[in-house]
């Protein structure tokens, strides 16, 4: 089974600053069958990237995934208020079919 | 617009049955596979199995094979997650998910739509 481990736990930063989330998986993923939500307190989760760095329909181009292998990474490039929410990843492509990581809090600062 | 819209809370004793539901709008549905992921209480998520309305066709994660049933009325879009006896370590919030197909791997992809959340409590 595919472990996912995101670091940081948590992460602390102002508005227009740059964030990186790390998600770091225990096998290599599956032609990089990796995508990257973002969860709000009450609110579904919502698609932010799918393989690993193509953009969901909707998500602004300040979010953007790359990797591969067993490293991946979400950035955002310039925080705004609302993108402070927990993010987390998500590997669709091998046994057993799906697994998350733990999630990301990023908090501001 | 797609929608998956869940049935509410729930309120179970230990050794209860209960189904909670999840109808879908907005799109084909029986083209896409539905799932099941739960967040236990402070925790992360976990994938439990999804379906194919389609054919009715599932696969389960090995960690619930066995301890859910998840099932579907293509008559009404509708899919279901059930248990035949529920214990308090049952207790999460549980969210269906649309699968956007993608990979060889037969029920792999991402999911692209979530409802929003049942709160199951199963408490004495």
Avoid at chain 2, 58 to 86: A, C, E, M
């Amino acid at each position: 089974e595919i472990v996912l481990t995101q670091s940081p736990g948590t992460l602390s930063l102002s508005p227009g600053e740059r964030a990186t989330l790390s998600c770091r998986a225990s096998q290599s993923v599956t032609s990089s069958y990796l995508a990257w939500y973002q969860h709000k307190p009450g609110q579904a989760p919502r698609l932010l990237i799918y393989g690993a760095s193509s953009r969901a329909t909707g998500i602004p181009d300040r979010f953007s995934g790359s990797g591969s292998g067993t490293d991946f990474t979400l950035t955002i490039s310039r925080l705004e208020p609302e993108d402070f929410a927990v993010y987390f990843c998500h590997q669709y492509g091998s046994s057993p079919l799906h697994t998350f990581g733990q999630g990301t809090k990023l908090e501001i600062k | 617009e797609v929608q998956l819209v869940q049935s509410g809370a729930e309120v179970k004793k230990p050794g209860e049955s209960m189904k909670i539901s999840c109808q879908a709008s907005g799109y084909s549905f029986t083209n896409y596979w539905i799932g099941w992921v739960r967040q236990m209480p402070g925790k992360g998520l976990e994938w439990m199995g999804i379906v194919y309305p389609g054919d009715s066709d599932s696969r389960y994660s090995p960690s619930f094979q066995g301890q859910v049933t998840i099932s579907t009325d293509k008559s009404i879009s509708t899919v279901y997650l059930q248990w035949s006896t529920l214990k308090a370590s049952d207790t999460a919030l549980y969210y269906c998910v649309r699968l956007y197909r993608q990979g060889a791997v037969f029920g792999s992809g991402y999911f692209d739509y979530w409802g929003q959340g049942a709160l199951v409590t199963v408490s004495s």
